[in-house]
């Protein structure tokens, strides 16, 4: 199944076999440190820039009804955020497994490794990162 949207996202982890949890890590564009003209033109563009997590949060299905909601629930963090990064795992039942593969998530998306995961924008459609 292709996922383009939050919604589709919540249906396929929905029928997997086993209980699945979502991990979301939350960011916010920025310019880089000491970036050049070029990098400040595409910026003000709405292009380019780095990614800098902002909040991480896991949730299970049972908890997320829609992107709506799940924005809703950011927005009273009080950080500002541009786009969120989703990826599944089964539940594993333990708090510090989810908080490693959290931890793991944030690193991956500081270092710009972000195909393994899937981007949403405010309105829950999918976004190609790239």
Known sequence: MTIATFTDLLQEARQQAKPQRLLFVFVRAELPDFPDD???????????????????????????????????????????????????MDDPADGAEIERQLQRMAESLQMGNITSFIAFDRHGDAVNVG
């Open 38 to 88: 070029e990098q400040r033109r595409r910026f003000e563009k709405g292009e380019g820039g780095v990614l800098i997590p902002v909040v991480c949060v896991d949730k299970s299905t049972d908890d997320l009804s829609s992107m709506a909601a799940l924005v809703e629930e950011s927005d009273r963090t009080g950080f500002e955020w541009d786009l969120v990064f989703a990826a599944a």
